[in-house]
């Protein structure tokens, strides 16, 4: 299995960025696909998933703001943000659990400037 994130970068406070999460190994539309981002100094945080069947979940502190979702034909799991604060300023990894284990991308940077 393996995840290749991208679409990082540096954008200002209220401006959008949308990741991308390649998969090989598994396939995105059967599986419980997650972001997660982690700040210096601070615990690794899952802020959104999407179920196989569809269903989405959020983290307060992205919700109304974040999107996750994913093009099957792809094999590609996205996160669309949008009015992104400093606070988002974080990497953020895709993560899926399979066979036991949890399989990592290698993140991606996300900076947002005030």
């Known amino acids: 299995v393996q995840l290749q994130a991208s679409g990082g970068g540096l954008v200002q406070t209220g401006g959008s960025l949308r990741l991308s999460c390649v998969a090989s190994?598994?396939?995105?539309?059967?599986?419980?696909m997650a972001w997660y981002r982690q700040a210096p100094g601070k615990e690794r945080e899952l802020i959104a998933d999407?179920?196989?069947?569809?269903?989405?979940n959020y983290a307060d502190s992205v919700k109304g703001r974040f999107t996750i979702s994913r093009d099957n034909a792809k094999n590609t799991v996205y996160l669309q943000m949008d009015s992104l604060k400093p606070e988002d300023t974080a990497v953020y990894l895709c993560?899926?659990?399979?066979?036991?284990?949890?399989?990592w991308g290698q993140g991606t940077q996300v900076t947002v400037s005030s």
């Open positions: 190994g598994i396939s995105v539309s059967s599986k419980l």
């Open positions: 993560e899926v659990f399979q066979s036991g284990k949890n399989y």
């Open positions: 999407i179920a196989s069947w569809g269903s989405t």
